[in-house]
């Protein structure tokens, strides 16, 4: 079995979903290739060493630039806030490893640019963690779509909605609390929550032509973690717009984090000529499915329990009927990212599949500005 | 048009929904009949009075022997306790009137035998209000199974959930509380609730060989509305039983007013070999349905949306997606009674049919008392 | 009992709808004041008679203009193509009719604001079918609001989604397909289906400010049932808005009738600081609700069955746990309206209330074409 | 940390989800102790072999009486079939080992008892994997119940739906299939799936008092994989019973492999004098709560998405609104035992609580022969 040795930068709720995934993946999947957890590096050692020794890593580091010139290094995992991504990506592609970015890419479109051109031009693998995709149900949505049994698309709906920032005593910035820091973040709920939204779209519908949105910041000042001062919140709490697909289609997005009652309800539906699915990241193993083509009479909304062997990835865990959950989402994208390595097909999305993601982000904040329909600049 | 004279005893629930029934069912329904409501009855003049003009009823009677020998009275409605079923439903056979009767039929199996006697030898059409055979997701489940999509049938499962009894501080008996008074109802929840389960259960399932149940009072005494005396609770306040159908499958049935959350949640489900069926009295509107036959990867429980014009009775109503409701099932249950006296065709349930329940019944409380199976006694 | 004679012009489907609840509401509401069907107008003879026939109209008329002059009617009902709503409003109110008209009010704001002029001017009571707030589900929802319950709003959001216009062999205009023709209907679903979403949105929100949209013409050209020729459709198939409530609130609307699977389904969800609620027509007699002062580990979204007495209007039905449908809410808007005679307390929403919608209207389809936002204007 | 090798025998279906369990426990728990995969045993060591290299056991066995007499190990893991139960723990426990059983304990109570003698006379730590308590919804469940929120509980209903087996083509015995052999399952449902229902319900309400049961065989022969020939089905292909609890509550059970639709339902509700619950094993992530103490309106059934920090072991996950799923409840069930081990309060299910459900099965099989009530033996 060949070995893959893993670096992590970031300690945090997505450092710890990757090395679960890391040391999950080969019990489950039949792979060539075993990720090694060699190293994890963050600024603080107290911090990182206990989180090393509960994960397994082999060692620690705390600067993630000695980090990414050891020789043992192979693979680069980028679990930092928003704006540490491009720099410590186009070291690490310089350095020549494989990089794994959290999402979003970038600060913004012109950043991922450079991004991609910087591993592209280092000819290294790379994948950002769009991690939603690999859910099950969404990957049979994608099969369902691809096999034609949508038809021609009308109408694209998504939404994330969650209620975490309401109470205005919430301070912003510092660990844990950097998502509403708009130095560190960019953007509020764009870059965090729509992000993904609009990964999944474009995996699914195709590319997005034009967006007119609007984005509102309801808690206008809150205490900076870092400063101790009550500071003006440059992020955005809530944003929605209105969007045209490529391929004719309609849309709206929109997202908050003002929604009392949701936790991570991330939800999309797609309306077809003959059917339409709709998904729900509260109830994520299931997929609900209309098909105008079922006898007349006994049309109805499909609840499938997306946990049948000859559903996507579900076959490599347990049984008909028992859930799967968040995490193994990051499993699934190891496990592709792996087998893209060993067939010469690299899994997606790469920094270069992503990149489009941050174009509509561009896009949207632009016309939350402008109020008007901007264009969404295309990727070369 | 044909005119129907109709003589309706009884002002409460059943009163007016019937009366409802009476009123709106020539305006949906294309019938060569049409019901007049000629009479209202109660022993009470002050309450039958406003009863009656509040319906449009044309005249008013106290006493029901009166109204039974009228000679313009050509239907008799009855909406009165159970004890009194059989001795109206007999003299109003014997002075010739159709006859429908509020459900369960009789007091027990050998009560509504001889009723069932008295209708057939005077001749008179008759007929049982098990109302939810004919909410349009139920009938549509009917041909559903007809059509054979179940095959082979393996699990019938019912039951009836209410929780408006729990208070021990409920008296019993008297004006709207003569169900839990044991000598004007005759049983609990059995007769009550059960009734209507057992009923929509033989249409769909066929008959019942045998049952083992058990039942119990929670109450066990209660202020009584008549007397003003605490007495003993005679009627069972929950009842569970076990059943074995003809068709060689296995049944359980539940139905109590202690279960709290559930005001009337009717709900059967069929467990064919092919196909599966569910549906719920709280969303009356809708059938789940699952259909093996369906490709693999997208089976899934239907939510068949029971509102277009190809379901059964909605036709007649509205447009796609909008529902009806509990009140529309005697309007139906009116138009094929109607139907029926024009075609030659009895609609169902007749007396005879309901005797099957009643049956069903006696054999349930008889088993509840002995501790094991009881045969269930056939209609001949 | 006071009688008020109504003449109704249209025979369609509202006209069944209005009928109903006019021969209803004296059996379940108690009122002074009792509906009498006295006439019935279309311009087909043939057409109008069976209709007044089926419902007891007591005659009928084949020209408008001599029914709105008839002194012996009182209340003129308009269930004609929307085209038509302003010359007969007109009409009746300088005869000194009563009003009460199908929803849009108008064609546009302009024609609108005529008509509430007219009727303000004859001092006649006046009324719109906006129907869906006397659903109990959605008065309730305005109780709750009311009550302050949500606290501040954040979000409204609101959808129409509908998929009975995909066929593109479906032709346009005539008898049952006008809504159509953009001559008769003014536009597409805007008019038709997003003025509901826009009638509650106001009455439980408050005014809205300003609006972006885009909408959307799918399937060009249909065969027009009047001229037997394919013409260019000339109504918005989708249409969807981003908005702003005067209250700070941001919104998203949405409508088509491209959204396979999907029969009637409006919903709407609204998000407050302290509490949320959700609610669908196709499950209409139910209320999702969040509320947040919960204890926390019991939070949930709790689904209320609006069927007890003390929720709105449901005490006049039937017992708790028994649904009504669609139809109930033209029932409760005629009960209201002829309180509302009786106490002096006009019930809403008036042609004037009703302008407001047609100024949303009207702002929509014109950012749809500027797009950019528009403002509303102000009824004054 | 101190370590706790681990002998595991089995290499199945559970022999995965425990392997997983142990080596995720400590990345997730703050334990003082680690499980070491020491070994993994079977008699085919073509099988074994890869299994404990994809798992990471450090050694293999084909002999689980040497693998128990090994002095390196300390806990044995059983995972064998359940005719299989009984002599490898009791000589696990005579080697003094502590031992962690699959579930049912084994194939019948008088077996059981032995068992429990065995381990109770070594002072073994012991437990049986009746993994469900701890899915984090039922680990709530039991916190609301024990926080006296329902008050006296009146109804018990559990079932536990699958339809795997209705293909008559389907073999039985031998490898992934020896549940269809009476021989080495000892039952069909009601030891694999009721055996869970009871488990939980035990925990949840208490001791059974006395059972009234049916069982069936719907299949009544299929090939047998070890002989190669068409044998008797042995096996209770469904069972359903009656049940009365010692603390007076009613309850139904029922389970079956014969109800299309359904992959591996397992539901339970309780309703008492206050508040009801509802859990499901295919949402396993949701709690229903239905509290009467709500203010009367806005009552309606809670739909608890147990995500929460403080629901029961969710903090140690990710974040509110994301789902873990079923594998989760081993982990749990590890730290448990673990967490006994250090603080000398054992965790349940011991053997000896494991022996009160063998019970219950025995009378459920007893009663459906006798065809009447039969009491349950006490743990003594």
Redesign the interface.
């Known amino acids: 079995m060949k070995k893959l040795n893993v670096g992590l930068i970031g300690y945090g ?1 997505m450092g ?2 990757h ?2 995934a890391y ?2 993946v ?2 489950f999947f039949d792979l060539e290739c075993q990720p090694v957890l060699k190293a994890a590096c963050a600024r603080s050692e107290d911090k990182v060493r206990p989180f090393a020794a ?2 397994g890593y082999e060692s620690v580091e705390t600067d993630w630039r000695k980090l990414v010139q050891r020789e043992d290094i192979e693979l680069i995992d980028i679990c930092t806030p928003n704006n540490t991504h491009a720099e410590i990506a186009t070291a690490a592609a310089k350095a020549g490893k494989m990089i794994l970015c959290e999402k979003p890419l970038s600060m913004d479109g012109p950043e991922g640019k450079r991004m991609v051109a910087a591993v592209e031009k280092a000819g290294v693998a790379n994948m950002v963690w769009y991690n939603y995709r690999r859910v099950p149900a969404v990957t ?1 949505a994608k099969q ?1 779509i691809d096999e034609g049994r949508l038809g021609r698309i ?2 694209y ?1 998504a ?1 994330f ?4 920032t ?1 109470n205005p005593d919430l301070p912003q910035g510092g660990t844990g609390l950097w998502r509403l820091d708009v130095k560190a973040a960019g953007s509020g709920v764009t870059g965090d929550l729509l992000a993904h939204c609009i990964d999944t779209a474009i995996w699914l519908n195709g590319g997005i032509d034009k967006v ?3 984005t ?1 910041t ?1 808690v206008k000042e809150r205490k900076h973690n870092l400063t101790g001062k009550v500071e003006k919140v440059g992020i955005d709490d ?1 944003c ?3 969007a ?1 697909f490529g391929n004719g289609s ?1 849309a ?1 997005f ?1 997202s ?1 984090r ?8 991330y939800t999309f539906e797609i ?6 699915i709709f998904w729900d ?7 609900q ?4 083509r ?1 006898q ?10 997306v ?2 062997g ?2 996507p990835y579900m076959g490599k ?12 989402s990051f499993v699934h994208q190891v496990a592709d990212f792996l087998q893209g390595l060993t067939n010469g097909k690299p899994a997606s999305p790469t920094f270069r599949d992503a990149l489009e993601t941050q174009y509509v982000c561009d896009a949207v904040l632009k016309s939350a500005k402008s ?3 901007e264009k969404v600049a295309k990727v070369k």
Chains 1, 2, 3, 4 share one sequence.
């Open positions: 709720f710890r979903a090395s679960n040391r999950k080969n019990n509960k994960w049979f369902l009308y109408h709906r939404k909605l969650q209620d975490w309401i007119n949105a609007m509102e309801f809530a929605a717009f209105l045209r309609l709206t929109e908050t003002y929604a009392r009652g949701h936790k991570a309800l309306n077809g000529e003959h059917a339409s990241l509260h109830d994520l193993h299931r997929l499915y209309f098909d105008h079922d007349g009479p006994v049309r109805g909304w499909r609840s499938i329990h946990t049948d000859e559903h865990w347990w049984v008909p009927g028992l859930q799967i959950g968040y995490e193994h109020g008007k329909w």
